[in-house]
């Protein structure tokens, strides 16, 4: 029996998630909390429920419910037990509402053809197949009987009928007549079964093979009654009351309702020559025998032959119905086991029933197929399988074992087996979409819901945290979807989590998106600031920022500044160079780079305060106040050294050796240094031998040059002999005419000079009138 996948109603979209990505972990958060694409693939494949014994209910399974996985607390699921108190039978009627209520059997093998008084009455015939071979023969003996009895009942021509279906079938040799009793190549009309073939279509200028679907019949008969019914309807020119011969009927196939019966034109010519080739025409002559009657005797229906009750099965075209008399000749009603099966006779009229049938005494619903007879155990009918008592008959529902196909099901209190999601009992499961089996201890993508879900041991979906094959794992409170590529504040750990593409909890560095991350080895909490990762494998410390992402190169961090390599993100120590900004500066045992007068390794070197940068060439030193020399590697010379074309003396301390007068110093590079007892002096000076002032800057202890900011003023310092300027001055670069005061300051606003009052420019200086 071929399968028919059920399509199940969607579930309505469940709540979501309470766990949300924090705001701070910013655009590396995946765009949603739950995994979003099917992911079972990755973890492994879903498996359905074996057949479940009560006994032993408390085996281990994969998912431990309530185990704590290093320092992570795996929630309990509220999880119990599944009921597997298998179901019973279905005690209301629901045979009213089936796809299939009972109905009247019109067509069951064994039934006699007897016909009540006043219509056409019982067929007897013994026609002679004229020079047949003996496919036709067969084939012929295989359906004459009911192509007859159709004929008689639809007034159709038994000749045609029988020739059409030996000629559309290949004399009952065909797939679609082996295996559905199709004997016209009729497509599936929506109800019952069928069977699926090959077939070509034409569409698209050509024609292409594909699969298609095609009506499946329990008997020949079903067929030749399609054929009938379609004659009918279609070509009612063709039937007996408009066509006074099979010739006819056969030439009146070209006009019918919607059109002809077949493309080719030589159709009917075909079906006349077989009808006389092998006097199909016989069966068009089959007598009738009036003699049957139906007779009310003492509170019972009789059906007599002449003087002589009939038995058994019959048909009775009076109301198109079968009926059985019992070898009293009583009309059966109700139940009735006729040869170990069990039939069902109407309680009023007797007529054999189909379908769904409620059997009030015994409070069970009860199937009879196409033959009347009660079927039992698994059942498809009209698409849904059902499953019926082995020994009663009785529609089960509820839980219920296939041992035989090793699975558990599930049956509505329709009766019908579950496929996909279902709500029992307080728990969401999942039932094969083919199989019906219970799906346990495995992943399952729900693609209607974008999401992909746990079901435990006892087929139950999980919620909350749990340990799964010895990973961890987070699903939902409220939808149970798996969180997966996303970030998810833990209210438990007090920390924000990351779930990675197979949904497990991560540990330990990785890499999301453009950024390394690192989440605690016990917790999974993603960690933030200076972290060694020698428990990690790693002999470096590194810096995580707030958002959890590791940083590379130059940081500052809490008013230090840091040094990470910018491929590993390892803080770096020592001497290291920055190139972008061409500078060499050194960093401590902390990672800290640092500023001044520094020892290491046994040498004196002196670092930019405010860049860090390490200092060559002459420099005055803050800490002490005297001039150095710094060699191209940054150490402080000592002793005699010969700098340029001078020689000069310094102590061990680098510091440089002077006589105690007051004198200026030109460096070997140009800079102008003020000596005093050795000290070199910063800040305003007088050169009274050369009557100015002058200003040497407090951190280099240099002779400054052209405009300066000194304690909120501006000054101007000749560019050659850095003597202080008052007075009217251009400063060409910038287009402007100021005025410094006689403390060298620059002016702003109104001012009288000379006797005159100027306007300056409160921000540039620039007088805006001269």
Known sequence: MVEKNNDNSKLKKAYIASGIALASIGATAANADNAQADTTATTQPTTNKNVIDNSNQQQATPTQETNTYKSITVQPNETTNTNYNYGGNITNDVSSTSSAPAKNATNVSGANNAMAAGTSGSVTYNPQLASAPANVTNFVNAISKDAVRVANEYGVYASMMIAQAGLESAWGQSTLATKGHNLFGVKYRGTGDYITMP????????????????????????????????????????????????????????????????????????????????????????????????????????????????????????????????????????????????????????????GFKYIASQKKNVYYNAQGQMLYGQQKINGQWYLFDKNSGAMKYGWQKIPEQNKTVYYTEKGQMVHGQKYINGHWYYFDDKSGAEVVSTFKWIPEQNKTVYYNSQGQMLYGTHLINGKVYSFDKYSGAMRANTFFYNSETKGTQYYDSKGQL?????????????????????????????????????????????????????????????????MKYGFQRIEDQKKTVYYNNEGHMIYGLQKINGNLYYFNKSSGAMTTGWSYVENDGKLHYFDKNGKSVTGTVKIGNNTYQFNLNGDLITDNNRHQFLSSDGKWFLLENGKVLTGWQTIKDQNKTVYYDKNSGNMLYGQQYINGHWYLFDNASGAMKTGWQTIKDQNKTVYYNKQGQMVYGKQVIDGKTYTFNEKSGAVSKF
């Open 199 to 354: 077939t070509q279509e034409y569409y698209n200028g050509s024609f292409h093979w594909i699969n298609d679907k095609f009506q499946k019949y329990d008997s020949y008969y079903g067929s030749l009654v399609g054929y009938a019914q379609l004659i009918q309807k279609n070509y009612p020119n063709s039937t007996r009351a408009k066509a006074s011969s099979y010739q006819q009927a056969a030439q009146n196939l070209r006009h019918g309702v919607y059109g002809t019966y077949a493309t080719d034109p030589g159709y009917a010519s075909k079906l006349t020559n077989l009808i006389q080739s092998y006097g199909f025409a016989a069966y068009d002559k089959a007598t009738t025998n009036s003699a049957v009657k139906e007779k009310y005797e003492n509170g019972a229906w009789y059906l007599y032959n002449g003087n002589k009750k009939m038995t058994g099965l019959q048909y009775l075209s009076t109301g198109n119905k079968v009926v059985y008399y019992a070898n009293d000749g009583k009309m059966v009603h109700g139940q009735k086991n006729i040869n170990g099966k069990w039939y069902y006779f109407d309680d009023r009229s007797g007529a054999m029933q189909t």
């Open 506 to 570: 991560v540990f330990g560095e990785k890499r999301i998106g453009n950024f390394w991350y690192l989440f605690d080895k016990n917790t999974g909490n993603l960690l933030t600031g200076f972290q060694n990762l020698k428990d990690y494998g790693q002999n470096k410390t590194v810096y995580y920022n707030s958002k959890g992402q590791m940083l590379y190169g130059q940081q500052k961090i809490n008013g230090h500044w840091y040094f990470f390599d910018k491929n590993s993100g390892a």
